[in-house]
């Protein structure tokens, strides 16, 4: 699609401080959605995941935050870390045995 | 836990030579799979995908295929490699009949010369 050609966006942190990565959907019957985190040369990895009956879930150091209503996802990074440098890609999709989408991706680099 | 075998890690083909990725799935019967491709710094584009043997969708035109000849098992080809072809390749397993999250391979780093 459209975002695979673009170079991916950056943000830039203090080490310690905490992260936000948002993420904008278009379908409104997007009903499963979810981060990954892919470190350079390696396969993304789960991070969290949320449904749609839900608007926030937490995990260790990370939050997951859904508000349907603008069709907008973040992810929360408590304390960032040098290690969470990475891209972060959203995903989302729409009921059973439905492919995912996925988001442009965003770089996270932390500084030290 | 499903996990997703994916080699070689790095490959180095001449143009207009043949390729052959293959990925295989353990720990759940029955995988929805996708071939991935990213080029780098750049975002993941979906190439193929299956729900059972012998069930492949294409999701854009290119000079590559996919087949899936055992239940477990994923496939990407080419018959003759163009430098466009260059990338990225991550195969990845999700559970049938869910939309649930993809397992990721460690990916193929395919470069063509």
């Known amino acids: 699609g459209e975002s695979v050609g673009l170079h991916l966006p950056t943000l830039s942190v203090q080490e310690g401080d905490n992260s936000i990565i948002n993420c904008a959907y278009s379908?409104?019957?997007?009903?499963?959605f979810i981060w990954y985190k892919q470190e350079s040369g390696k396969g993304p990895q789960f991070i969290i995941d949320?449904?749609?009956?839900?608007d926030k879930r937490q995990g260790q150091r990370v939050t997951v935050l859904l508000n349907k209503t603008v069709k907008h996802l973040s992810l929360q990074i408590a304390a960032t870390q040098p290690g969470d440098s990475a891209v972060y890609f959203c995903?989302?999709?729409?009921?059973?045995?439905?492919?995912?989408?996925f988001g442009k991706g965003i770089t996270l680099s932390v500084r030290p | 836990s499903q996990t997703i075998h994916q080699w070689p890690a790095t490959l180095v083909q001449p143009v207009g030579s043949p390729l052959s990725l293959e990925c295989t799935v353990e720990?759940?019967?029955?995988?929805?799979l996708y071939w991935y491709r990213q080029a780098a710094g750049r975002g993941l584009q979906l190439l193929f995908y299956?729900?059972?043997?012998?069930?492949i969708s294409s999701e854009v035109p290119q000079n590559l295929s996919a087949s899936r000849p055992q239940d477990r098992q994923f496939i990407l080809s080419s018959k003759k490699l163009l430098l466009s072809d260059s990338g990225f390749y991550l195969c990845?397993?999700?559970?049938?009949?869910?939309?649930?999250?993809?397992?990721f391979g460690s990916g193929t780093q395919l470069s063509v010369l």
């Open positions: 990845a397993g999700q559970r049938l009949a869910t939309n649930e999250k993809l397992f």
């Open positions: 995903a989302e999709s729409t009921g059973a045995n439905s492919k995912l989408t």
């Open positions: 720990g759940t019967s029955n995988p929805n």
């Open positions: 949320i449904r749609s009956n839900m």
């Open positions: 299956s729900v059972g043997i012998g069930q």
């Open positions: 379908n409104s019957a997007s009903d499963y």
